[in-house]
């Protein structure tokens, strides 16, 4: 994904709406969490930097509510809920509450996203420690260890590098046991931030002597905090990007909210980028009516600026943007304090030179001559908000189309950019776009094919096009194991093995529509045996790996398949020993001849099975091109040939072998081809299991309808996976969502962006909201919720285009040709918004299931609709919510607990990485809700934290857990639907295990 700008040509019209200053935000919020009472902040701040300062606030025991426009806040001793406090991303965090946590009455460790690590706080740790402090980092960066302890006071230095250093020793000052005097050591930057501190300070009854210099402060001890109410006033640093567009441009824009002409009239440390703006030529003036800012003019030559970035050093980026357009050399001085920030925003700003600007550091300074024009190209925003903001102000003044990374940087600063932006006449979006390279890109033509004609042709002769029509572009991309062993098969060398596997099953006397079974992990021979299959209309039955031996007989005896392929050894199991004992001691198995992938010697017996290598079986039956591909003739299937036998490893008890026809799951892939506008151009890739629908129809097939290349990844690790799509250029995966969650934590941790990921549809469960927030961000990729079952293949599907509000936390809307419904429990069908039973009516049902035409007919209503089980909501735009299973109802003495709903919140506690809500037996009231909660690494939780958390967000008591039970993994099925009736069973053994069945064991 891409943050797409395109060239603004005419005037800007409208008003921007100018946000309310985080500066004052964070220093409000965490100055009325010290002071004991309630305090009212009026104004409420969207930032995301400011988000991670209320969560770690919460995190340290303060109760933060939203009244209307209002944070209120009440303050008063720190009793920290969880062990580790996160800041985010947000270094004011981080730095103002590293001391004040020693505040606490419990030792806590200061945490944040993975690449923050690397952000430097070592001058700030040992200024703590000189004030008694106990605090410490082995590196230098977060995590850092914070223990209980109020500072002793005395005189301590500082650098004066960056701002937030000092403001964070003046925070904790007033609450030491002697005088503090805080000494600044070298240059001084960022003046206007510490006074903002020292004001805001005051307003909550807290006292510094600050030297006229800025250089040296003394705070007196034991002072105490009083609540009050503050107002926020409009964000300058915000503003400056509507201010620079609107200089670039003919202009008559508005700005509502910002009532200030020059740094005088206002109370905010950006206030002398009104001056300099000013400076450079920018009309401004007060609306008479409006009584805030308006800017209109018919075009201006901009004068060139020297300004000194201590006093505005968060201006850099924008103020390197305007100077590129000045007319003459402007130079911005004191800027090594600058590449400190969230990102080296000098390293970033020098891209200007990329788009044709003429910029260059020496030494402390950054030159800039202006340039009449600048030209379009694809640039990094360094995931840094304010670089990212001016980078597309600069794009709009430039010609073509700009492209840049991590697209939804903004939302950290100010959320409504892009709307504010496009709503005065720049173009910007985000799109999902592959980033341009020296090389010609491919050439990305959309399907023009419909699903239906799609389907109309056997699946074996869409793969013999690609053959003839890119004979030597990759098909198969099996990157082994540790993820570094590429083996690549070209779509003709495909295409030929594909037909000496199919002749192999044709001499080991395989029939029509029979099944061949197949125990394979992801793995070139996959794909290739799937294609033999299908080419001699025979019926694929996969099997999953991790199955053993009661799962394998049950299955094998079901299917009735006489052939049956395996590896020698995968993930330190040895099939060829399991599958020999299977045969040996199983007689209603009806294998007769067994393959075994890889070399090496085969056993003998039991007797009537007959044991081959894969290759020894494919070369015995080898004969010359011409002889096979006429046998193969005599056997090509047809379009509506079954062509599936895949059993469900379910949510609820028996495996069912669901049958599908080829034609079926050919339509299937081409209903979302159609939906994600899916291309040519695309590269797939696929972490999901091969022998589950997922990886099978979604990853497999998909790339056969496609014709592009499937990257195929054996065993799960998100790091290998991330490498994998960067260096083979994935642009589309779809996977469970654990999967989605393990690929963000490797790409937060690496730091390194997936530059070629454009779609992620995550299957299985719903993603949590701000599992899809922060992918969305982390990875710059669309995610897609989508909900399917293996009866049905998917039925709805987000899109890229989707709004990201409609998207996050839902399962999608319903494909093209697809229509879903709620139904109570007679049949009725629900009005909008009404939870009910969820059906769906689909071109893509499956045939049936295997000798149970009476589970097939309990699946289907008399006019054929599917019934899933599931209960959901759908909303009045077409979304569908999945709210859980109709047996994973918890029926508390009569009342109905809305268990996905209560699940969706404890996702987002911090502790929590993955949460199962289900019923436990009770005598009194038949049911009660019991948690079952996996921690994040490290992460501690109690019974009392989870009902303090839920407590907070206002939900009702009937609705709270009433017992946490904490395991290392929740258990699921192979699409990642997590298998609650295995959760029932546990907890029913641990009540009937306890000696007082009807206690409540809080915690662990």
Not at 306 to 314: G, L
Not at 460 to 472: E, G, S
Not at 658 to 666: A, D, P
Not at 744 to 756: D, F, I, N, Y
């Amino acid at each position: 994904m891409r943050l797409i700008v395109k060239e603004t040509v005419g005037e800007l019209t409208g008003e921007l709406a100018i946000p309310n200053s985080k500066y004052h935000a964070h220093r409000a919020l965490i100055l009325a969490s010290l002071a004991d009472g309630t305090s009212y902040i009026h104004g409420l701040s969207d930032a995301g930097h400011v988000r991670y300062t209320i969560g770690a606030l919460r995190a340290l025991g303060t109760r933060i509510d939203v009244d209307g426009n209002t944070f209120v806040v009440r303050g008063g001793p720190y009793r920290p809920r969880r062990a580790d406090v996160s800041v985010g991303s947000s270094g004011t965090t981080l730095y103002f509450l590293t001391g004040l946590a020693g505040l606490a009455d419990a030792p806590v460790r200061i945490v944040g996203q993975r690449y923050f690590q690397r952000r430097p706080i070592r001058p700030l740790l040992a200024a703590l420690q000189a004030l008694g402090m106990q605090v410490g980092s082995a590196t230098g960066c977060p995590p850092i260890e914070v223990r209980p302890g109020r500072p002793r006071g005395g005189r301590v230095t500082i650098a004066g590098t960056l701002s937030q250093w000092i403001s964070g020793l003046l925070l904790l000052a007033p609450f030491a046991a002697a005088t503090t005097v805080i000494e600044v050591d070298g240059e001084l930057n960022e003046r206007s931030y510490i006074d903002l501190t020292i004001r805001m300070m005051r307003e909550f009854g807290l006292h510094v002597d600050a030297a006229p210099d800025g250089r040296r402060f003394e705070v007196p001890p034991n002072q105490t905090p009083r609540p009050a109410t503050v107002t926020l006033p409009p964000d300058v640093g915000a503003a400056a990007f509507g201010l620079a567009v609107t200089a670039l441009h003919p202009s008559d824009v508005l700005f509502r909210g910002l009532p200030a002409l020059s740094a005088s009239e206002t109370d905010h440390p950006e206030a002398d980028l009104l001056d300099i703006v000013a400076g450079m030529g920018l009309p401004m003036r007060i609306d008479p009516d409006a009584g805030v800012v308006r800017v209109t003019h018919h075009g201006i030559d901009l004068a060139p600026i020297d300004v000194d970035c201590r006093s505005v050093p968060d201006m850099l980026p924008i103020l390197s943007v305007l100077a590129t357009f000045a007319k003459g050399r402007s130079r911005l001085r004191n800027i090594a304090h600058v590449r400190l920030k969230e990102s080296d925003r000098v390293a970033a700003m020098l891209q200007l030179n990329r788009m044709g600007g003429r910029l260059e550091q020496r030494g402390d300074e950054l030159v800039c001559d202006g340039v009449d024009r600048l030209v379009g190209a694809d640039l990094s925003s360094f995931n840094d908000h304010r670089v990212l903001m001016a980078l597309a102000v600069a794009a709009s003044r430039a010609e073509g189309e700009t492209r840049l990374t991590y697209p939804n940087a903004y939302r950290i600063s100010y959320p409504r950019f892009l709307d504010e932006m496009n709503g005065i006449g720049v173009a910007m979006s985000v799109e999902a776009a592959p980033a341009r390279t020296t090389r010609p890109a491919p050439r990305r033509t959309a399907s023009t094919v419909t699903p239906g004609r799609l389907a109309a042709v056997p699946i074996d002769q869409l793969v013999a096009r690609w053959a003839r029509q890119r004979p030597d572009e990759p098909a198969v991309i099996d990157i082994g194991v540790t993820g570094d062993a590429d083996r690549t098969i070209t779509w003709r060398e495909f295409d030929e093995q594909a037909s000496d596997v199919a002749l192999a099953l044709l001499r080991s006397g395989v029939e029509p529509a029979e099944p061949v079974a197949y125990q394979l992990p992801n793995c070139a021979e996959f794909p290739t045996l799937a294609l033999a299959v299908a080419r001699i209309g025979a019926v694929s039955c996969p099997l999953m790996p991790f199955y053993r031996r009661r799962e394998v007989a049950f299955m094998l005896t079901r299917s009735r398949a006489r052939v049956l392929v395996v590896p020698r050894y995968f993930r330190n199991r040895d099939y060829v020993a399991e599958t020999h004992a299977l045969l040996t001691e199983e007689p209603d198995v009806s294998v007769r001849r067994v393959i075994v992938l890889g070399p090496g010697p085969v056993p003998d017996g039991p007797a009537g099975v007959q044991w081959q290598t894969f290759d020894d079986w494919v070369a015995a039956a080898r004969t010359d091109r011409t002889e096979r591909d006429r046998i193969l003739a005599t056997r090509r299937p047809a379009p509506d040939a079954r062509a599936q036998l895949l059993f469900t490893s379910g949510t609820s008890g028996e495996p069912k072998g669901v049958l599908h026809r080829m034609n079926t799951l050919t339509r299937a892939v081409g209903m979302e081809i159609r939906h994600l506008g899916l291309t040519n151009a695309d590269r797939i890739f696929v972490p999901s299991p091969l022998a589950h629908q997922t990886g099978f129809l979604y990853g497999m097939w998909l790339a056969f309808g496609l014709g592009v290349p499937q990257i195929l990844q054996p065993v799960w690790d998100g790091r290998i996976a991330a490498a994998a799509i960067r260096r083979r250029r994935a642009t589309f995966v779809q996977a469970a969502t654990p999967f989605l969650a393990d690929l963000v934590s490797a790409v937060e941790e690496s730091g390194e962006p997936l530059e070629s990921l454009r779609i992620f549809v995550a299957t299985g469960a719903a993603v949590p909201r701000n599992l899809a927030e922060r992918a969305t961000r982390l990875l710059g990729a669309a995610v897609c919720g989508a909900w399917g079952t293996t009866e049905t293949c998917l039925g709805t599907l987000a899109a890229p285009t989707d709004e990201p509000a409609k998207v996050w936390g839902t399962d999608g809307r319903p494909l093209a040709d697809i229509a879903v419904r709620v139904v109570d429990d007679h049949g009725e069908e629900l009005a909008r918004g009404v939870e009910g039973h969820f059906e769906v009516k689909t071109p893509c049902l499956f045939e049936g299931y295997l000798d149970h035409p009476e589970w097939t007919a309990q699946a289907l209503t008399p006019d054929g609709w599917y019934r899933s089980g599931d209960l959901a909501v759908i909303d009045e735009s077409g979304y569908v919510r999945i709210t859980g299973r109709a047996k994973d109802v918890i029926n508390r003495g009569g009342e109905k607990i809305p268990v996905a709903e209560v699940e969706q919140i404890l996702h987002t506690h911090p502790a929590i990485r993955d949460v199962a809500i289900v019923a436990m037996p009770d005598e009194r009231l038949g049911e009660r809700a019991c948690a079952f909660v996996v921690l994040r690494p490290a992460a501690t939780l109690t019974f009392p934290q989870v009902q303090q958390y839920l407590d907070e967000r206002h939900v009702a008591k009937q609705y709270w857990p009433e017992r946490l039970e904490i395991i290392d993994e929740l258990p699921r099925n192979p699409s990642g639907k997590i298998q609650k009736f295995k959760l029932r069973e546990r907890i029913a053994d641990i009540l009937r295990s306890e000696s007082n069945p009807g206690s409540l064991r809080h915690g662990k």
